[in-house]
């Protein structure tokens, strides 16, 4: 089975840290919010991938190849920003003979069984109970869990079941037609092609598409939200080895992940701290924090901090959303 995954997104809530890198590949507790998704698929079977790229897609493509080389991957450039509709229906001709596919949206880490959605015997869309569902899509569910009708960021919602960003579709023919007709008749929501339209013309047409609630789901789109998915994550990892080598006079509170070659002296890191590669930290203490590959921190008190890549700070006491490739001095 194929798994469509768009990853085209400019990500716009997590500037500046997306002005030089795709939303995708930013960390959360130790690997790319990308990777965490195609390490859950992998591990409930699915071998083939179609990755629909656009905003610095090289880098996703170079991330993904350098990475995955044993999985079968494809990459499809969606050169306009029509919305996820759109991006789906550019993978036509790549599945369009397949009996089901699975579509994962690319900024979107969740927790469920997969071999079990994958077993279902109609189309299924991953679901769960939020407090405000006015910025997602919302289904509407009739008593055996099927779908009565499906609206996309609805101002005056009807339910609180969001879609989390995972669907699983039976009937192939059936999704890319009615992403057709919407396309060849320009039927917008927001100004965007959305596949909740499409799915909700399904339904329309007889289709029987049921829901699952997801134990977990975080919608890695914002700051607090990625803070958040790293805290819950690093906990949830049995052994996290760190090479003591590379830490001097420093105390690290668990959990912590420290990425290779990192090097850390004179500073207390943790509790809930991601350390990308290569980084280093001094005379410093962390809590709470992504600091992603590359980065230089010298007497620094920070929490609550997302510092990307290539950064650096020194002397100051705050907290902080520093974008790849600034440099900050205070002294």
């Given at each position: 089975?194929?798994?469509?995954?768009?990853?085209?997104?400019?990500?716009?809530?997590?500037?500046?840290?997306?002005?030089?890198?795709?939303?995708?590949?930013?960390?959360?507790?130790?690997?790319?919010?990308?990777?965490?998704?195609?390490?859950?698929?992998?591990?409930?079977?699915?071998?083939?991938?179609?990755?629909?790229?656009?905003?610095?897609?090289?880098?996703?493509?170079?991330?993904?190849?350098?990475?995955?080389?044993?999985?079968?991957?494809?990459?499809?450039?969606?050169?306009?920003?029509?919305?996820?509709?759109?991006?789906?229906?550019?993978?036509?001709?790549?599945?369009?003979?397949?009996?089901?596919?699975?579509?994962?949206?690319?900024?979107?880490?969740?927790?469920?069984?997969?071999?079990?959605?994958?077993?279902?015997?109609?189309?299924?869309?991953?679901?769960?109970?939020?407090?405000?569902?006015?910025?997602?899509?919302?289904?509407?569910?009739?008593?055996?869990?099927?779908?009565?009708?499906?609206?996309?960021?609805?101002?005056?919602?009807?339910?609180?079941?969001?879609?989390?960003?995972?669907?699983?579709?039976?009937?192939?023919?059936?999704?890319?037609?009615?992403?057709?007709?919407?396309?060849?008749?320009?039927?917008?929501?927001?100004?965007?092609y959305h596949l909740t339209d499409a799915l909700m013309r399904m339904i329309?047409?007889?289709?029987?598409?049921?829901?699952?609630?997801?134990?977990?789901?975080?919608?890695?789109?914002?700051?607090?939200?990625?803070?958040?998915?790293?805290?819950?994550?690093?906990?949830?990892?049995?052994?996290?080895?760190?090479?003591?080598?590379?830490?001097?006079?420093?105390?690290?509170?668990?959990?912590?992940?420290?990425?290779?070659?990192a090097k850390i002296s004179k500073s207390v890191i943790g509790p809930n701290?991601?350390?990308?590669?290569?980084?280093?930290?001094?005379?410093?203490?962390?809590?709470?924090?992504?600091?992603?590959?590359?980065?230089?921190?010298?007497?620094?008190?920070?929490?609550?901090?997302?510092?990307?890549?290539?950064?650096?700070?020194?002397?100051?006491?705050?907290t902080l959303n520093l974008g790849d490739n600034a440099e900050i001095s205070?002294?």
């Amino acid at each position: 089975m194929k798994a469509i995954i768009p990853v085209a997104g400019i990500g716009s809530r997590l500037k500046p840290h997306t002005h030089t890198q795709p939303k995708a590949l930013i960390p959360v507790a130790g690997k790319p919010i990308l990777a965490h998704i195609i390490d859950n698929l992998r591990s409930a079977g699915i071998e083939e991938f179609i990755f629909i790229i656009g905003y610095m897609g090289d880098k996703i493509e170079n991330y993904i190849t350098r990475n995955y080389p044993d999985q079968k991957n494809k990459f499809i450039i969606q050169t306009s920003r029509k919305g996820i509709g759109h991006a789906i229906y550019l993978a036509k001709e790549k599945v369009i003979k397949c009996e089901r596919i699975l579509i994962v949206l690319g900024d979107t880490i969740f927790e469920t069984s997969l071999k079990r959605v994958l077993s279902s015997p109609t189309s299924v869309l991953g679901v769960k109970k939020v407090d405000d569902p006015r910025q997602f899509g919302v289904a509407e569910i009739n008593s055996d869990s099927s779908i009565k009708k499906l609206v996309e960021k609805p101002l005056i919602p009807k339910s609180n079941m969001a879609l989390v960003g995972v669907y699983y579709i039976k009937e192939v023919a059936q999704l890319f037609d009615a992403l057709r007709f919407n396309i060849e008749n320009k039927i917008k929501t927001q100004n965007e092609y959305h596949l909740t339209d499409a799915l909700m013309r399904m339904i329309e047409n007889g289709v029987i598409i049921k829901t699952f609630e997801v134990d977990n789901w975080f919608d890695c789109g914002k700051k607090e939200i990625l803070l958040q998915t790293n805290e819950l994550l690093l906990k949830r990892i049995k052994e996290l080895s760190i090479d003591k080598k590379l830490l001097n006079d420093s105390i690290i509170i668990p959990p912590v992940f420290i990425g290779k070659n990192a090097k850390i002296s004179k500073s207390v890191i943790g509790p809930n701290v991601s350390i990308g590669e290569n980084t280093s930290i001094h005379s410093s203490i962390i809590k709470n924090s992504i600091i992603g590959p590359y980065a230089h921190i010298e007497t620094a008190i920070l929490q609550d901090t997302l510092i990307g890549n290539d950064s650096r700070l020194k002397g100051m006491s705050h907290t902080l959303n520093l974008g790849d490739n600034a440099e900050i001095s205070f002294n």
